[in-house]
T-cell receptor
Framework: SQQGEEDPQALSIQEGENATMNCSYKTSINNLQWYRQNSGRGLVHLILIRSNEREKHSGRLRVTLDTSKKSSSLLITASRAADTASYFCATDTAGANNLFFGTGTRLTVIP | NAGVMQNPRHLVRRRGQEARLRCSPMKGHSHVYWYRQLPEEGLKFMVYLQKENIIDESGMPKERFSAEFPKEGPSILRIQQVVRGDSAAYFC?????????????FGPGTRLLVL
């Protein structure tokens, strides 16, 4: 199965701290995306990183991709209470029509 | 530009009834994907449709589940004779290009509860 795994499963930090979440996957990918899901809500796209990219930034988000280790990390700097949500990585592979989602990291930012 | 719309947002059905979930993609998008999310889990792909065509239904259970995306109107995910195990959140996503390497935009989901 291509399904990714996020690590840790749950993370609790104080507001202002940085949060790092990791994602590992099993087969070669075209791209990797990170999504956020607030409790009981839909998914919000955060960032897409292509397989030939190693790092990407968007505001307080920094994503890295290491294709040799088949892993990615999402760093949220200067976290806020509003960042509390579940974060999922999703990969796509050549020839596939769908995204493969990981199991998610549940982030809690304590005010 | 309205985002992806799904309705109903919540649906309660008794075992054996039918559930119909609707998804209207973003304006200009002709590619629709349905995913299912069980509690505390990630999303699992079910089916990928373009207008009037099912492109990939490899993630869809062989029985009781069907999907369509007619020329006019929303995409429909239909679950016949629902069972308790069908209780989940069902999300649709749309994109403007056939390649999933472009961003998929997700709807708010339909939460199905089977009693």
């Amino acid at each position: 199965s291509q399904q990714g795994e996020e690590d840790p499963q749950a993370l609790s930090i104080q507001e202002g701290e940085n949060a790092t979440m990791n994602c590992s996957y099993k087969t070669s990918i075209n791209n990797l995306q990170w999504y956020r899901q607030n409790s009981g809500r839909g998914l919000v796209h955060l960032i897409l990183i292509r397989s030939n990219e190693r790092e990407k930034h968007s505001g307080r988000l920094r994503v890295t991709l290491d294709t040799s280790k088949k892993s990615s990390s999402l760093l949220i700097t200067a976290s806020r209470a509003a960042d509390t949500a579940s974060y999922f990585c999703a990969t796509d592979t050549a020839g596939a029509n769908n995204l493969f989602f990981g199991t998610g990291t549940r982030l809690t930012v304590i005010p | 530009n309205a985002g992806v719309m799904q309705n109903p947002r919540h649906l309660v059905r008794r075992r054996g009834q039918e559930a119909r979930l609707r998804c209207s993609p973003m304006k200009g998008h002709s590619h629709v994907y349905w995913y299912r999310q069980l509690p505390e889990e990630g999303l699992k792909f079910m089916v990928y449709l373009q207008k009037e065509n099912i492109i990939d239904e490899s993630g869809m259970p062989k029985e009781r589940f069907s999907a369509e995306f007619p020329k006019e109107g929303p995409s429909i995910l239909r679950i016949q004779q629902v069972v308790r195990g069908d209780s989940a959140a069902y999300f649709c996503a749309s994109s403007s290009f056939p390649s999933i390497s472009e961003t998929q935009y997700f709807g708010p989901g339909t939460r199905l509860l089977v009693l």
